[in-house]
């Protein structure tokens, strides 16, 4: 049992299908739910289904079946509530280049029927929040890329919706932009806003997220909490740098040994395995190890073996 | 959403048009003022003085009105087309589509900013225009209603031109081959009584003609159409194409996936 078990549905998506003009069917029939405070990971490759599945909720795309209420009302019967709980933070930039950072957060809040006044000390709120108050008078053109990512998290906070999505936020802002942006966004979680989040660096989501659902060509192929999930993960592949060249891999019993170059080996560890025999087998034969590392980030190891798994035949041949 | 909160979400629409067009006056609201001041200075000064009257009016006095409606056409049909093709080409509209405003709402508010410019740049033409001749209103209502109404009527028209568009050729193609004609033939400069019955006959299936005699007849009490079925048929044009916008913005025609 989790601390959200008994929190009410943030997000609620039931058997929701989308099939595009040209007869692509991005979703198939997918099914997710998403507990109020909860920081959720929605991840998948290129083209899984993750953007047109924000889309729907966020309005932008047309559904072609199936049901998607926030925190109780549906999209489609009560939309106005709905979409007053919503706050999304796109992928792409798509705020106007010429309008004034200050004025895009005011005019923001104004579509959702919050009075300028109101508006205004909400728009310098987030904005000296985000480290942008210096520049509310600026074009938004004029802004660098990591100060545009923070003016639409800005933007899609100023009505102080419940629900957080966030589309790749991370996504070519350098390291330091993106620590401070998972601050804030952990900030966020913590006052109790729901934040859901798709991204390619799966470190993020191993960091931030409790739960996670990983979409594959329109289906969603696992979806639980981030412990049980790499739990799954039977075998891990570590990195060994050795004090000394060698000529071959070493013989390991219980292992898979591969020699990367002369001072690097490759080896496979099973999760019933201690790490220990490995190391005892090793000093055994007089190999020293200098330093180790996992070959991958744990996630995008189980990832890789989630998204292959569901591979279309003709793609892994 | 409640009724003070729509209100609020329309005034944001409409703030953010009337900046717009402000911002950019010099492509906005000075065009338009030279443009209008040369047609004064030629075809009514120069020109003008050699037709002699029409309709009972020196030819400047005549063309004014015309040329007052040419301005607030073409401006409310360019501020709403470029517009809301502005915001779909930088995807800024996604901004208004993730809100929880109804379609009415955007609608309303992109014709009302659509309405302000056309109003605006008329008022800019009507004071210029008095600086060549005298103008004095015979019907106020007349004049005020086919002014607002046809300001409605090419901003609803602008919404559909931006909602087909995809490229920028797209919003050009429609004002310069299909308005811009319209206008010149639609009784601007010239009365259509003086035209062979056949292209008499030819100009009444032009719009415009109903929209710029109107406009004269509250201006100058003359028109070469009934005033009343005029305004009959502005206001049932612009009833249906209001119905069918909101219908393409419900149906997420060109806006959404």
Redesign the interface.
């Known amino acids: 049992m989790t601390e959200h078990n008994a929190a009410p549905m943030a997000l609620s998506i039931r058997d929701l299908r989308k099939t595009?003009g040209g007869g692509t069917e991005a979703l198939k029939g997918i099914s997710l739910d998403v507990r109020q405070g909860e920081f959720f990971a929605l991840l998948g490759p290129n083209g899984a289904g993750k953007s047109t599945t924000i889309?729907i909720v966020?309005?932008?795309?047309?559904k072609s079946d199936g049901q998607v209420s926030v925190f109780g009302h549906d999209l489609e019967r009560e939309?106005?509530?709905a979409?007053?709980h919503?706050g999304?933070v796109?992928q792409?930039?798509?705020?106007?280049?010429?309008?004034k950072v200050f004025?895009i957060l005011v005019?923001?809040a104004?579509?959702?029927?919050?009075?300028?006044p109101r508006a205004r000390e909400r728009a310098e709120h987030y904005l000296r929040k985000l480290g942008l108050w210096e520049k509310r008078d600026s074009p938004s053109r004029m802004l660098s890329g990591g100060m545009k990512r923070r003016l639409m998290i800005a933007?899609a906070l100023v009505?102080e919706p419940q629900l957080l999505i966030l589309d790749e936020p991370t996504a070519g802002v350098d390291i330091e932009l993106r620590r401070s942006m998972w601050d804030f966004l952990i900030e966020l979680n913590g006052q109790g806003k729901t934040i859901i989040l798709t991204t390619h660096y799966l470190e993020e989501a191993e960091s931030l997220c409790k739960r996670i659902a990983i979409i594959d060509h329109g289906r969603i192929v696992e979806n639980t909490d981030m412990k049980s999930l790499l739990e799954k993960l039977h075998v891990e592949t570590f990195i060994l740098d050795l004090a000394r060249p060698v000529t071959k891999a070493p013989a390991v019993e219980g292992f898979s040994v591969v020699q990367r170059d002369e001072t690097t080996l490759e080896v496979e560890v099973p999760k019933s395995e201690a790490l220990n025999d490995v190391f005892s087998q090793l000093t055994e034969q007089g190999y020293e190890v200098l330093s180790m590392r996992n070959k991958a980030n744990r996630l995008e190891e189980l990832f890789m073996r989630l998204v292959d798994r569901n591979l279309p035949e003709e793609a892994s041949a | 959403m409640s009724s003070y909160e729509y209100w609020v979400a329309f005034v944001t629409i409409v703030t953010r048009e009337v900046r717009r067009f402000l911002r950019i006056w010099p492509q906005t609201l000075l065009p338009p003022a030279i443009t209008m001041s040369l047609y004064f200075v030629i075809f009514g000064n120069l020109i003008g003085s050699r037709i002699g009257d029409m309709g009972g009016f020196d030819y400047m006095q005549y063309i004014v009105p015309g040329l007052i409606m040419m301005s607030v056409i073409q401006n409310s049909y360019g501020n709403v087309v470029s517009s809301f093709f502005g915001t779909k080409f930088q995807h800024s509209i996604e901004e208004m589509l993730v809100s929880p405003m109804s379609s009415l709402i955007i609608l309303l508010g992109f014709v009302a900013g659509g309405v302000a410019r056309g109003v605006m740049v008329g008022a800019i033409v009507t004071a210029l225009s008095l600086f060549f001749t005298d103008l004095a209103l015979t019907n106020v209502l007349v004049t005020f209603a086919v002014v607002i109404m046809t300001a409605v009527l090419f901003s609803l028209g602008g919404m559909v031109n931006a909602i087909f568009a995809n490229k920028f050729d797209d919003i050009a193609i429609v004002p310069t081959f299909v308005l811009t004609p319209l206008t010149y033939l639609g009784g601007v400069f010239y009365s259509i009584d003086l035209l062979p019955e056949f292209w008499r006959g030819v100009s009444l299936f032009n719009p415009i003609v109903y929209m710029v005699n109107a406009f004269r007849y509250g201006v100058l009490g003359v028109s070469d159409v009934d005033v009343g079925f005029s305004l009959l048929a502005i206001a049932t044009f612009t009833v249906i194409l209001f119905a069918y916008v909101l219908w393409l913005l419900n149906r997420g025609v060109g806006i959404r996936s």
């Open positions: 595009y889309g966020s309005s932008l795309v047309n939309r106005g509530l979409k007053k919503i999304i796109p792409e930039f798509n705020f106007n280049q010429f309008e004025d005019t923001q104004g579509f959702y029927g919050i009075p300028a933007r009505h």
